[in-house]
């Protein structure tokens, strides 16, 4: 996300009558240019249902299967690994992604990911012309891949400026205590109460997740 778009994020918010006094100030939004589409849904898929240590030690060994080694010298030009293509993650072979870790469910999430790159189904040069829901549904095809995840795409590696993921714990947890309600919000309840904040409830969102990590 652009610092100016992040500013006027901020700006429209502070008009609200609960986010009047946002602001947030241990942790900044990321100001950087969006991660590789593939290689964000990959990490994805990675970290699902584990916890952070434990899937960056499971991708830090399924990186390891795609070090570049130069014919001339015989050296590892990534020692630590990179990400791989979708051709490459296709010709992986199973042994390699479990001797990494990976899950039987996983290495068929992963291959899914990568043959509809390969084959065109999802085309990220497409992303820039299609609505955020547009995005979702073209997601929701890929095995593993819920509307959650499409939800932290949108936000973290697209950075869409108005995206609410309504089924968010920490999200819910947040529209409970801004709002007192009695009990964690559904949906729609959530996007009933968030209206005012549009089009920048991403920014919302991120100052929701810090009043949690405040808390803990």
Not at 197 to 213: F, G, I, K, N, S
Request: overall charge positive.
């Amino acid at each position: 996300m652009k610092r100016a778009q992040f500013e006027a994020s901020l700006a429209h918010l502070r008009k609200t009558k609960h986010l009047k006094n946002i602001e947030l100030k241990s942790r900044k939004p990321p100001f950087k240019r969006p991660s590789d589409p593939f290689e964000s849904l990959t990490r994805s898929i990675i970290y699902q249902q584990l916890s952070g240590k434990a899937a960056s030690t499971i991708l830090g060994r399924l990186l390891l299967c795609f070090r570049d080694v130069d014919p001339s010298t015989g050296k590892s030009l990534h020692p630590d690994g990179r990400y791989p293509t979708p051709k490459e993650m296709l010709k992986l072979s199973d042994a390699k992604f479990r001797k990494a870790g990976v899950s039987s469910q996983k290495i068929s999430y992963l291959r899914d990911l990568a043959r509809r790159f390969e084959d065109g189904t999802i085309d990220p040069s497409n992303f820039k012309n299609m609505t955020d829901e547009e995005i979702r549904e073209h997601l929701l095809v890929v095995k593993g891949i819920g509307r959650w995840t499409a939800d932290m795409f949108l936000m973290f590696t697209l950075y869409r400026p108005d995206v609410l993921p309504t089924g968010d714990l920490a999200i819910q947890k947040g529209f409970k205590k801004l709002f007192n309600l009695g009990s964690m919000p559904d949906a729609k309840k959530m996007e009933k109460l968030s209206k005012e904040w549009a089009p920048h409830r991403t920014v919302a969102c991120w100052y929701l997740w810090e009043m949690q990590d405040t808390e803990t």
